[in-house]
């Protein structure tokens, strides 16, 4: 045994020294802090509890570690989002973080934008170029000039603390390509954004394009399957026949857009038969009587001609559905940005719950992720701003909430100028470059601007227009706020150190507000300082929710559910869109059609990938199938075109080739093609050069009130190539 003096000790500083204690290819901050809690050993083996982040929905995970490298990721059972099971993409997400294109050390642009070419660079040399710039354009122009995107993510409160201490009233979600038309509907019924689901004891559910067997919320996916199990009846609507088609009792092939019609009609059975709860109603809600008024129209056989559903389907679906009331669910969806009228639509949906007063059974206030019990660094207040938003809210928007926008919109306000000049983008979790309709344009919003920086794990699409790339670490490789959740606050800790020069969001945000003059918010030494101001006021120490995964948090009172809108009841008419002039019941919209020769282009998630993020990841890749476009055999025979054909498809926007499935699942008058395909970045060596991006095809279209986009609303034709 080597004895070292304290002089070799102190020169080979503490991290080297706690390697030493656990053995040589142990990590060392990382496995001192899970060998003090227990949850590795000597060797550095063991699992770490800590959450997924390969999507938004954040399972529990408990993460094998051996020596230093995590070997496998499982489902925490202690966690509701996971329940001790992970999706595919939970399950490979040890190939994201190991992906051999990570971008590990900070990049500057070297060569033209968008040609790819970086150099290394310190972190110091990094930030001051990325802190430079933000200084020059809000000394030059205002702050406004300055645009801030960033998706989900746990640590976004100080990425919007940046972007308000900054004092830009331009902040970028994905939330109106995504859920806006829900959302808002749910503000202006119910005052409440996505009220909670329960499956237990349901009887009944109707997913209007809620494909939940592939577009994967890992609990919920599971609590609806067991809730099949159970015997419960799933009416599942969609143009295709997905995974959750075929787990359904019931699918209904609907025509595009005309979802709306569908429920319109729901309300007119349930009411003129009377088979609505009507002490519900008359007890929790208003304007039941303008509805009953105006709903006369919508009959199912006037709805059948709109769907192509036959009446005496609809019909029956209502009665069961009120029949099942109140153990009957109609889910209001996720993404629901598929037409201009899909604001009227959720709507809808969300009336007919009410109709059949399924409140406090399968439709239940909001679980919420805010706590009160947990603290949070001290702040200044924020700069007052007096700028508009380039995104119109709420100028043109009035009811879009601050913190979801309309992104669509603020990209085309960039071409435009309108109301002012943008100069700089700092975009963090995001790939604006392909999640934004109409990629063109997108392209030349980024070709508008100053400055880019971005905050990604690898070179996604996005990093790879941009001027400075800083380098995250990943999610088994950080720490990122507690994410509260009811009685508990779940951690996401590091399983393993960080590769490379790879840095938490929490340092990136922290080290650049230091370099923005910035530094009074925020107010924490380094990481596990912020975590322990959070939990502060709890009692618990960083030590047990390390070992735990979570912290119990103090039994807040309990709260009294009040409906938050101006009347104080479930608004089946509301006051809201009234006073602005718009249809105050939902009311028919008819949405634009293809013309003859031409298709509705769908879009929907595959249950492998995420978004426009995982498709680098070489565990997936394995497993997915070849990206192509759907067509219904009985067109492609039609049309000449035979399966693996390659074939051109040209919308308005935009034409991409790509090769064709032939398929029974999809109505013979739409194609579809899953998105996040058609890299740009070359940095992906195993993505790029994959299938084509629907994204080139998009158009974009807003609709007035939710600010939701429409992406079943682009027409393409499809000839072979
Ligand atoms: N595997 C996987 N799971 C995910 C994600 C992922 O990227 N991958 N993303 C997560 C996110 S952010 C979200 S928002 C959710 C999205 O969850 P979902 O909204 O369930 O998913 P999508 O696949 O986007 O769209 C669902 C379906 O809408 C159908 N559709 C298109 N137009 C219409 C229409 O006019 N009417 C009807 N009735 N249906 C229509 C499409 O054919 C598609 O099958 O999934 C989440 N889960
Ligand atoms: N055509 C089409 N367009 C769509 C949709 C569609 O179905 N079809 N869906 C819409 C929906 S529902 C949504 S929610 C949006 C999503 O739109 P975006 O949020 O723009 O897309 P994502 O692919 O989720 O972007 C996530 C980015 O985060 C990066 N990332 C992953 N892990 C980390 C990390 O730990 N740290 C950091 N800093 N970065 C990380 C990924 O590499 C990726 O670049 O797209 C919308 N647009
Ligand atoms: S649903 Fe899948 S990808 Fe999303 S957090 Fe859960 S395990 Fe991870
Ligand atoms: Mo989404």
């Keep these: 045994m080597t004895t070292l003096s304290r002089r070799d000790f102190l020169k080979m500083g503490g991290a080297a020294a706690a390697a030493l204690a656990v053995g040589q290819f142990v990590p060392p901050s990382v496995a001192q802090a899970a060998l003090a809690t227990g949850q590795v050993n000597a060797q550095g083996d063991g699992e770490i509890a800590t959450m997924c982040e390969m999507c938004v929905w954040r399972c529990g995970v408990l993460a094998k570690v051996r020596g230093g490298k995590v070997v496998k990721l499982d489902g925490n059972p202690d966690h509701p989002h996971s329940n001790g099971k992970l999706c595919p993409r939970g399950q490979a997400g040890l190939a994201t973080t190991y992906d051999p294109d990570r971008v590990l050390s900070p990049l500057v642009r070297v060569g033209k934008r968008g040609e790819g070419k970086f150099r290394e660079a310190s972190w110091e040399e990094a930030l001051d170029i990325v802190a430079w710039n933000m200084l020059e354009i809000k000394k030059k122009y205002g702050p406004e000039a300055m645009v801030f995107s960033s998706t989900h993510n746990l640590s976004q409160v100080q990425f919007e603390n940046l972007l308000q201490a900054y004092g830009s009233p331009n902040y970028g979600t994905q939330r109106s390509l995504c859920f806006n038309a829900m959302i808002v509907a749910n503000l202006m019924t119910y005052g409440m954004e996505e009220p909670g689901r329960s499956y237990e004891g349901v009887k009944y559910i109707i997913l209007t394009g809620r494909n939940l067997a592939e577009a994967i919320s890992n609990s919920e996916t599971g609590t609806l399957i067991d809730a099949i199990d159970r015997g419960a009846k799933l009416v599942y609507i969609d143009p295709r026949f997905t995974k959750t088609a075929g787990k359904a009792a019931e699918w209904l092939p609907i025509r595009p857009g005309t979802d709306l019609a569908l429920h319109l009609a729901f309300i007119n059975v349930i009411i003129s038969e009377k088979r609505y709860n009507a002490e519900f109603v008359a007890q929790y809600t208003t304007g039941f009587d303008e509805l009953a008024a105006s709903i006369g129209q919508y009959t199912p056989e006037w709805a059948a001609e709109k769907t192509g559903i036959p009446a005496e389907t609809i019909r029956r679906i209502a009665q069961e559905f009120s029949d099942a009331a109140p153990n009957a669910l109609a889910h209001?969806?996720?993404?629901?940005?598929?037409?201009?009228?899909?604001?009227?639509?959720?709507?809808?949906?969300?009336?007919?719950?009410?109709?059949?007063?399924?409140?406090g059974v399968t439709h239940l206030p909001a679980g919420g992720e805010e706590s009160g019990a947990l603290g949070k660094p001290p702040q200044p207040g924020y700069p007052r701003i007096s700028a508009l938003r380039l995104d119109g809210v709420p100028w043109k928007y009035p009811f879009v909430p601050l913190k979801l926008g309309v992104f669509q919109e603020l990209r085309d306000n960039i071409l435009k100028d309108d109301p002012y000049q943008a100069h700089g983008w700092f975009i963090s979790r995001q790939n604006p470059a392909q999640s934004i309709p109409d990629r063109r344009k997108t392209l030349q919003?980024?070709?508008?601007?100053?400055?880019?920086?971005?905050?990604?794990?690898?070179?996604?699409?996005?990093?790879?227009?941009?001027?400075?790339?800083?380098?995250?670490?990943?999610?088994?490789?950080?720490?990122?706020?507690?994410?509260?959740?009811?009685?508990?606050?779940?951690?996401?800790?590091?399983?393993?150190?960080?590769?490379?020069?790879?840095?938490?969001?929490?340092?990136?945000?922290?080290?650049?507000?230091?370099?923005?003059?910035?530094?009074?918010y925020f107010q924490?030494?380094?990481?596990?300082?912020?975590?322990?101001?959070?939990?502060?006021?709890?009692?618990?120490?960083?030590?047990?929710?390390?070992?735990?995964?979570?912290?119990?948090?103090?039994?807040?009172?309990?709260?009294?559910?009040?409906?938050?809108?101006?009347?104080?009841?479930?608004?089946?008419?509301?006051?809201?869109?009234?006073?602005?002039?718009?249809?105050?019941?939902?009311?028919?919209?008819?949405?634009p059609a293809p013309k003859s020769g031409e298709f509705y282009l769908l879009t929907g998630k595959d249950a492998r990938q995420t978004q426009f993020a995982t498709h680098n990841n070489l565990l997936l890749k394995k497993y997915d199938d070849e990206p192509r476009i759907w067509m219904n055999a009985k067109t492609a025979s039609e049309n000449g075109l035979v399966d693996d054909d390659l074939v051109e498809v040209t919308s308005e926007v935009g034409k991409i080739k790509v090769h064709l499935e032939v398929t029974q699942a999809i109505r013979p008058d739409c194609v579809y093609m899953t998105p996040g395909f058609g890299h740009l970045?070359?940095?992906?060596?195993?993505?790029?050069?994959?299938?084509?991006s629907d994204s080139d095809l998009h158009i974009s279209y807003t609709d007035p009130i939710s600010g939701g986009q429409a992406l079943s609303q682009t027409f393409v034709t499809v000839r072979k190539a």
């Excluded at 706020?481 to 840095?503: D, H, N, T």
């Excluded at 969001?505 to 910035?518: D, M, P, T, V, Y």
């Excluded at 070992?547 to 008419?573: D, F, R």
């Excluded at 970045?681 to 790029?688: H, I, Q, V």
Aim: hydrophobic fraction near 40%; charge should be negative.
């Design 332 to 359: 209001n969806g996720w993404r629901t940005s598929n037409f201009v009228n899909s604001f009227q639509t959720e709507r809808a949906i969300t009336i007919l719950n009410a109709l059949v007063g399924n409140w």
């Design 445 to 520: 919003a980024f070709a508008k601007m100053d400055f880019i920086a971005t905050v990604d794990v690898i070179m996604n699409d996005t990093s790879w227009f941009s001027d400075v790339v800083l380098p995250e670490a990943s999610y088994l490789e950080r720490y990122d706020p507690l994410m509260p959740m009811g009685a508990k606050a779940f951690i996401r800790q590091p399983v393993i150190e960080p590769q490379g020069q790879a840095k938490s969001a929490l340092w990136i945000f922290k080290q650049l507000g230091e370099r923005l003059g910035l530094g009074d």
């Design 681 to 692: 970045s070359m940095g992906l060596t195993t993505a790029y050069g994959l299938g084509a």
């Design 524 to 591: 924490y030494a380094d990481e596990e300082d912020y975590l322990n101001q959070q939990l502060a006021p709890t009692g618990v120490s960083l030590e047990e929710v390390r070992a735990k995964g979570y912290a119990e948090l103090p039994e807040g009172e309990a709260e009294v559910y009040k409906w938050n809108t101006p009347s104080g009841k479930i608004e089946i008419k509301s006051s809201t869109l009234e006073k602005a002039g718009f249809a105050a019941i939902p009311t028919w919209e008819e949405p």
